[in-house]
């Protein structure tokens, strides 16, 4: 299964992006899908997630402002973010996810490349 994420760039605060993660090798309906970021000097998080029968969830820091979403035509998973906050300035990633026996969310196989966001004035 490959992953490609793009979409990010360098926003004002207050400004909005969409990132795209493009998935080949299986399909987004039948998968839990899930957005990482990784800031520098920081663990990678689960900011968002979508599971195969459409229910979402969102790390507290952004809930409100971000939208997880998906094209199972296109068998692509969208992330849309609106208010963007100079802490969220980090690399983004797309992945399969899975619910372990503690209900923990963990990531399923490699990571693709990200995609920078770079929340700036």
């Known amino acids: 299964v490959q992953l490609q994420a793009s979409g990010g760039g360098l926003v004002q605060p207050g400004g909005s992006l969409r990132l795209n993660c493009a998935v080949s090798g299986s399909t987004v309906s039948v998968n839990d899908m899930g957005w990482y970021r990784q800031a520098p000097g920081k663990q990678r998080e689960l900011v968002a997630r979508?599971?195969?029968?459409?229910?979402?969830d969102y790390a507290d820091s952004v809930k409100g402002r971000f939208t997880i979403s998906r094209d199972n035509a296109k068998n692509t998973v969208y992330l849309r973010m609106d208010s963007l906050k100079p802490e969220d300035t980090a690399v983004y990633y797309c992945?399969?996810?899975?619910?372990?026996?503690?209900?923990?969310?963990?990531?399923?196989?490699?990571w693709g490349q990200g995609t920078q966001v770079t929340v700036s004035s």
């Open positions: 979508i599971t195969r029968g459409g229910n979402t």
């Open positions: 992945s399969r996810i899975f619910q372990d026996v503690y209900r923990k969310w963990l990531p399923v196989g490699g």
